[in-house]
């Protein structure tokens, strides 16, 4: 009897032992789990608090008022675009500052501002004729190191031999400072100029076009072949080897290196057929060879998802086929083949590798005007300029990405919206 009775006891407590020890896992796991959540959100604040206090100053620039005399003896009246307003501007200067007679200093002292400045008289003569002969005020922007000076990059206590910026530039900008002449304006030229080799003068708005470009012929490639690839295959595709050697070289298309596709388009592309180098059309190519691979398996998956009980009730209406796939399954398998087209082109637009390989990575300044004229794209732009040696274009290379990422964002919050607006509960 008292065997009967100690052996429950012993029992309950070996069990009660492993219990505490699995509790202690799950807790372990739960822990485990957590730190890894906090340590991946973590390290993407540090990266994204990395580029944005890196890149925000690039939406800001120092621009100095200077009153310009449009002199007549450096302008000719029939042909105003060929006057001499390198030497107008520099005598601008010069005047702000007639203690300054040295030639090396004169130098110093017109490098205060941008070569943009000659050009933006000039412009301003050439629309305006009548006020040649007449002194104007106009706002041009500094040079990029007096832009970074103003914005802190570049300290004032560092010494002399350790700063781009000498101790007599840093006197005339500060009096031209409390002349009321420096001010910090929204950095417009960012957003509305193309690539250059002058810091202050380099924009992002040939790539842009030049990635809008790019995307509009990956979509117009990629989405209609995509969505029929997976129709096809999922709805009419006979269940054979052939038909599994296909479903298996795309699902391995979808891991191989984006790379390998700038390879196959320089070969075949460029190489063969002669296309345009560097040209969104090719670039476009490309990208849809790369992205068909995951339109097409996000497209058998909506398909995958519509239950069969739709289509046995449309055929049993006297539905055909096509009928039944246009009317009833395709409407509903179409937010997730979007959702999967849309994160396909998000991949596309972040992709720099392969549009390498086909010559993308040109410096271009022209703003391109459709597929065929040479282009850039936002990663390759985001490539040469953090390849730049002067500071104020790491400064652009942070602001680019900025730009990028809101766009990247953007595109993977439509999809979740659509998603989730789109989504049916069967």
């Not at 997730?336 to 010559?359: D, K, R, V, W, Y």
């Not at 274009?393 to 900025?402: H, K, N, P, W």
Request: proline fraction near 5%; aromatic fraction near 8%; charge should be positive.
């Amino acid at each position: 009897m008292t065997d009967l009775i100690t052996m429950p006891v012993r029992a309950s407590k070996a069990g009660a032992a492993r219990l505490k020890q699995r509790h202690a896992a799950e807790r372990r796991f739960r822990f485990y789990g957590l730190f890894a959540i906090c340590f991946g959100l973590s390290c993407i604040g540090i990266l994204f608090f990395t580029i944005i206090s890196g890149g925000y100053s690039t939406f800001s620039q120092t621009v100095v008022t200077i009153d310009i005399n449009l002199e007549r003896d450096l302008i000719d009246a029939k042909n105003i675009s060929d006057g001499d307003f390198r030497k107008i501007v520099q005598n601008s200067l010069y005047g702000l500052f007639p203690e300054v007679t040295g030639r090396r200093d004169k130098r110093k002292l017109a490098n205060l501002v941008s070569p943009a400045a000659e050009y933006q008289a000039r412009d301003y003569a050439v629309a305006n004729p009548h006020h040649i002969g007449k002194t104007i005020s106009i706002q041009v922007p500094t040079s990029d190191d007096m832009d970074q000076f103003s914005k802190g990059v570049i300290r004032a206590d560092l010494p002399e031999s350790e700063r781009r910026v000498s101790d007599l530039e840093i006197v005339w900008f500060n009096g031209l400072k409390e002349q009321g002449r420096i001010e910090t304006i929204f950095n417009r030229t960012f957003f509305k100029s193309g690539d250059s080799r002058d810091p202050e003068l380099a924009g992002i708005l040939g790539a842009a076009l030049g990635s809008f470009y790019t995307l509009l012929v990956t979509f117009l490639l990629s989405f209609p072949i995509g969505v029929a690839s997976a129709i096809y295959l999922e709805e009419f595709a006979p269940k054979n080897r052939l038909t599994q050697l296909i479903e298996i070289n795309i699902n391995n298309l979808a891991a191989v290196p984006s790379i390998v596709f700038g390879l196959l388009g320089l070969a075949v592309f460029l190489n063969f057929f002669g296309l345009p180098r560097s040209a969104p059309l090719v670039g476009g190519m490309v990208l849809a060879l790369m992205t068909l691979p995951t339109i097409i398996i996000a497209g058998r998956a909506a398909l995958k998802s519509v239950p069969p009980s739709i289509r046995q009730a449309a055929i049993g209406l006297g539905a055909s086929p096509m009928q039944t796939l246009t009317h009833h399954t395709l409407p509903l398998a179409m937010p997730g083949m979007m959702t999967g087209t849309i994160l396909g082109m998000a991949q596309a637009l972040g992709e720099t590798a392969p549009l390498l390989m086909i010559g993308m990575v040109a410096f271009i300044v022209d703003i391109p005007a459709g597929i065929t004229d040479p282009a850039t794209v936002m990663p390759v732009q985001i490539y040469l300029w953090s390849d730049s040696p002067e500071r104020a274009f790491i400064e652009r290379t942070s602001g680019a990405i900025m730009v990028l990422l809101a766009f990247l964002i953007t595109m993977n919050a439509l999809a979740v919206n659509l998603r989730k607006k789109f989504e049916q509960k069967w």
